[in-house]
């Protein structure tokens, strides 16, 4: 089953980190990738910019209304994901442990609805 692992930390906090620190984690990161691809687990990962980059689109009665970011007041922004294949909630909460952004803020574990008739398939 696929788990989307939502990487949640302060953006603030973050770009307060010796660059180091940030480089170190990002390496890190790959690495894991790597070892979830040697057990076919690895499906995608990336970080994400920072939200101010980010665009929100919402229609309503038919009209696109375009939002830049960023979006929300709160104390941890989505910085990234990974999605993976595990066999269950479990090992899909054992992996995110293993995500260094949980050290320093929050990992979401979601699983991926199955939707038949998707290019790909």
Do not use: N, W
């Amino acid at each position: 089953m696929k788990y989307l692992l939502l990487v949640h930390h302060s953006e603030d906090a973050f770009k307060t980190m010796p660059e180091g620190t940030r480089d170190d984690m990002l390496a890190e990161s790959i690495q894991l990738c790597h070892q979830l691809a040697s057990k076919r687990q690895y499906v995608h990962a990336s970080p994400l910019q920072p939200e101010a980059t980010g665009t929100i689109v919402r229609v309503r009665e038919g009209k696109a209304i375009i939002s830049d970011g960023p979006f929300m007041e709160t104390k941890e922004q989505l910085a990234g994901y990974f999605l993976i294949d595990a066999r269950d909630r479990d090992e899909a909460v054992a992996i995110a442990s293993r995500i260094p952004g949980a050290r320093i803020g929050t990992v979401e574990v979601r699983p991926v609805r199955e939707v038949s008739g998707l290019p790909g398939e």
